[in-house]
């Protein structure tokens, strides 16, 4: 089991973010229409951010091992959240297009191996979160 680790900080500029793995930064925020100064992608859209680019880069690691003429792969996310009387149930589709010479049995195999990627695995199955305050 591998832990991974970000740092967020937050400090008084409404509701400008940073995110940091401790190598690399990345700016969160909200839109204007949300009290934001739209400077970063949304927390929801770095999720959905997360699960694209995971896919992405699965299906290139894929397809390079196999050396398959993957020219390029085009991933579009969303989400829709439904309410209902007990709990929410949230939907995400991940849209991918293949760009190359690939054969239907290629292209089927990329589509089972873009379900694999570690972050639709996280997605797919039970997570907790544990908060807690520090001193």
Do not use: F
């Not at 680790?5 to 409404?14: A, F, L, S, Y």
């Not at 969160?28 to 934001?36: F, K």
């Amino acid at each position: 089991m591998s832990e991974l680790n970000v740092t967020v900080t937050i400090g008084k500029e409404k509701y400008k973010t940073e995110v940091s793995n401790g190598r690399n930064l990345l700016i969160a925020d909200e839109p204007e229409t949300m009290g934001g100064t739209d400077q970063g992608l949304g927390p929801k859209e770095l999720l959905l951010a997360s699960l694209g680019s995971c896919t992405a880069i699965t299906l290139r690691m894929y397809a390079d091992r196999k050396q398959w003429d993957l020219q390029e792969v085009v991933i579009s996310v969303n989400m829709e959240v439904v309410p209902s009387s007990h709990q929410q149930t949230t939907y995400i589709k991940n849209h991918i297009k293949l760009i190359g010479n690939l054969d239907d049995a290629q292209r089927k195999r990329l589509l089972q191996i873009a379900e694999l990627c570690p972050v639709h695995k996280v997605l797919s199955n039970p997570v907790v979160v544990d908060s807690n305050l520090l001193p």
